[in-house]
């Protein structure tokens, strides 16, 4: 067996010797390190003619895609929420972000939220507030510019975050391809009313069927 305590002092392979096997001898311009320099000075100088792409932000400001997730926003429908205050936004949301107060009406939909708010301060735009409701209410915006003076500022409520859903076509149009595709199998979503449930939105769809009757079922539709 080798004595391991051999040259402790003295190692073999030693980084500081100039004998070093896998060390590269460097020329006299690299030790002075000048055409590295000149690389460098003229990658610089062919980026500063190259067109700009960088925007000159506030003057220009970027208008994201209907996919982008900015801040989260009520959906006003004919001068009212969409929202129906079920609280399955508040229940999904991870940070604990959304809160609301369900009343009645006498409205179709039966119940409103009385107050409904988001802090922003605790938002992580992750779109599960928009995944689990069931009347597309609350959607992901394109609003991405939050300046805030206090923390009291920070809390939006319902003045806030209702927007016409005119000015959120882009989204809604961009979750009617996009959100729960396996629904869209075996039940037609009607625009025309959006205050119901997704089974109430089928006249036709029967409870008593399982999942593989309705797959026949859909393929006879076809």
């Known amino acids: 067996m080798a004595d391991l305590t051999q040259n402790l ?3 073999v392979r030693n980084a500081l010797t100039e004998n070093h096997e896998n060390e590269r001898k460097l020329t006299i311009l690299e030790k002075i390190y000048l055409p590295e320099i000149f690389k460098g000075l003229w990658y610089t100088l062919k980026q500063m003619f190259k067109p700009k792409v960088t925007m000159m932000y506030p003057e220009e400001k970027w208008d994201p895609p209907a996919i982008f997730r900015g801040r989260p926003v009520l959906v006003e429908d004919n ?3 969409r929202c129906v205050a079920c609280g399955l936004c508040a229940r999904a949301c991870p940070p604990l972000a959304i809160s609301m107060q369900a009343e009645e009406t006498e409205d179709e939909k039966e ?3 009385a107050f409904f708010e988001i802090n922003m301060l605790r938002c992580i735009y ?3 507030c928009e995944e689990v409701c069931p009347e597309e209410a609350i959607v992901m915006s394109k609003d991405y510019d939050l300046v805030y003076h ?3 500022e920070a809390i939006y409520g319902k ?5 016409d859903k005119e000015d959120l076509k882009e989204r809604l149009d961009f979750l009617k391809e996009y959100k729960n595709r396996q629904f869209g199998q075996f039940w037609k979503f009607r625009q025309d009313n959006n205050i119901h449930s997704v089974r109430d939105r089928d006249e036709e769809w029967d409870t008593g069927l399982s999942l593989v009757d309705l797959l026949e079922s859909k393929k006879e539709t076809d």
Do not use: I, Q
């Open 9 to 11: 002092d003295k190692p």
């Open 79 to 81: 001068g009212k929420e």
């Open 111 to 113: 119940r409103y939220p």
């Open 126 to 128: 992750c779109g599960f």
């Open 150 to 152: 206090s923390r009291a």
């Open 159 to 163: 003045d806030k975050l209702l927007v």
